[in-house]
């Protein structure tokens, strides 16, 4: 028998989730292709470890961009590379599969994400919306008549949703998430330092000292790159308090979605949010009191969920193992 997969096909990593088995792969959605014989050389972490830094003829690809399929022949590509690796094929069966998308997503783009996992190796594909499939992963029980509300802070994107009876009642996700945040911080250095840093270098000053709130000034990184004027390799010193300055817009963003969400939420269900708080997860969840920042603004207590980076994918588990009991009755 195939063993059923969930799979958090994000814009910056891809997690599969073995039904039995937990978390099995969590990898970064990178595709290293040969531009010449447009032959795939590599995936996953290997194919990470090239971007910004391959000869001409080899081209680190992000198959996915905002939470949505960029490139198809690539995404299935990955997808096909991921699930042969798993080993979950039965002999004559295929495993079903669950992907996670997020909420306004168009109809041809959830088509698209369906055709990739069928053509991948997948048995039935079935879709659910990012924040439901997180919810779920971070422990809160959306299936009861109460309000839950999620922000899931992503690669690509941001998904904010109030759940309740195991349905999304009123959401929004934009494409603001980690890669904005990462392009941001590399704007704000080339602006005040004249320095020239690359995509990874961008994402390692907001992985260590990435802060929204009061950050503390006295934490600070080296940062190597080179500089704009001479041209030359340089190092600078940058401190959390210039992240947090870099990041200062698209967090608002963020808050301003949130607050559209709430405004439109039922009454009933926006009382329950007062006594329940909103569940932070998604990679964005990692950034320093992010969760001080979100109740400053929305006046509304905000708890961080146990393993943001892994809400998805175990949410995912919880919600296979749902449809095969359904299948069982």
Known sequence: MAKDIGIDLGTANVLINVMDKGIVLNEPSVVAIDTKTKKVLAVGSEAYSMVG??????????????????????????????????NV???????????????????????AIVEAAEKSGGGRVFLEFEPKVAAVGAGMDIFQPRGNMVIDIGGGTSDIAVLSMGEV?????????????????????????????GEHTAETIKLKIGSVWHADASEQLEVRGRDIVGGLPVSITIGADEVELALHETMMAIVAAAKEVLEVTPPELAGDIIDRGIMLTGGG????NIANLFSEHLKVPVVLAEKPLDAVALGTGVLLENIAQKRAH
């Not at 080899?58 to 022949?73: E, H």
């Not at 004559?92 to 909420?103: E, Q, V």
Request: charged letters at 25%; one cysteine or more.
């Open 285 to 288: 969840a990692l950034l320093r």
């Open 53 to 86: 830094r391959t000869p001409g003829n080899i081209l680190a690809v992000r198959p996915l961009k905002d939470g949505v399929i960029a490139d198809f022949d690539m995404t299935e590509a990955m997808l096909a590379y991921f699930i042969n690796k798993l």
């Open 169 to 197: 009642v009123t959401s929004r996700s934009l494409r603001l998430a980690g890669d904005r945040m990462n392009a941001e911080i590399a704007a704000y250095v080339k602006r005040k330092h004249n320095l020239l840093i």
């Open 89 to 111: 094929k039965g002999f004559l069966s295929k495993p079903n599969i669950l992907i996670c998308c997020p909420t306004n997503i168009t109809s041809i783009e959830q088509k």
